[in-house]
């Protein structure tokens, strides 16, 4: 970004590079650095938690079958509630920083201007106060309340409903051209603090030996 936003600035071009690093009408522009971290948003942001939802859906729709033959009794009724309930349980993003910008009271606790403070997603996910039976993946929980497009404020997930419809389409896809297709082993999972990531996942597509 940084050599493309140089090349770029002040060029003729109506791309979307040239309109960030250029100075509009009003002389703002992009530093090279904001148009590098503007697009690390939309690319990390936007690749790595879908996928690894999609992910944690086929692990979690082999694991409780009922939740499966739930949705696929009425998939286009159920599939927003189990979107929902897949990026709760799974809970793609672990966590987010804070800086405290002013003294104040969170929940009792003392909070002082600079401090930083840690959002652990995962855990306000397996709330036991908000969520009867956290652990259990229940597609029709309702409501929802999780935080796994962020706490509410400016920095809720800016990609949420291009989130929801990508794992909305590739489940109705894999599900209704691959009806038998599940995880076959354990995920190899990713390891981090701050991605809830599934490196490879084990998968058959084959009809169940009748036996099995
Ligand atoms: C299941 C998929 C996704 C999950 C679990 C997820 C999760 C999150 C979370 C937890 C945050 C809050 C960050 C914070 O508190 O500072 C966030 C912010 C953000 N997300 Fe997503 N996200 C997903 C998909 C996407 C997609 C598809 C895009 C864009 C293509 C996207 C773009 C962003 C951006 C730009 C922000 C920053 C918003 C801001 O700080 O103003 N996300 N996301």
């Known amino acids: 970004m ?3 936003g140089k090349e770029r600035r002040g060029g003729s071009g109506d791309d979307l ?3 960030l690093v250029t100075p509009n009408a009003d002389g703002e522009a992009l530093t090279f650095q904001e ?4 697009f690390i948003l939309p690319v990390a942001a936007g ?3 879908t996928r690894n939802a999609i992910a944690h859906a086929l692990r979690l729709f082999t694991e409780f079958p009922e939740q499966r033959r739930l949705l696929m009794a009425d998939f286009e009724g159920r599939i927003a509630g189990a979107v929902e309930e897949v990026v709760r349980h799974s809970t793609p993003v672990i966590h987010f920083r804070r800086n405290v910008t002013r003294d104040c009271e969170l929940n009792g606790a003392p909070l002082k201007k600079g401090d930083m403070v840690v959002l652990l997603c995962s855990s306000a996910n397996r709330d036991e106060a908000v969520f009867t039976d956290p652990d259990a993946f229940d597609i029709t929980r309702s409501p929802d309340p999780h935080v796994g497009f962020g706490g509410p404020g400016p920095h809720y997930c800016l990609g949420v ?20 297709i599940r995880a076959t082993g354990d995920p190899d999972r990713l390891a981090s603090s701050f991605s809830n990531g ?15």
Request: net charge positive; proline share 10%.
């Open 17 to 19: 590079v040239t309109r």
């Open 2 to 4: 940084r050599r493309l």
């Open 198 to 212: 599934i490196k490879r996942l084990p998968f058959d597509f084959t009809p169940p030996a009748p036996d099995a």
């Open 161 to 180: 409903h291009l989130a929801r419809r990508e794992v909305t389409v590739m489940l109705r896809k894999l599900f209704t051209r691959l009806p038998d």
């Open 47 to 49: 690749n790595e938690t």
């Open 35 to 38: 148009a590098g971290s503007f």
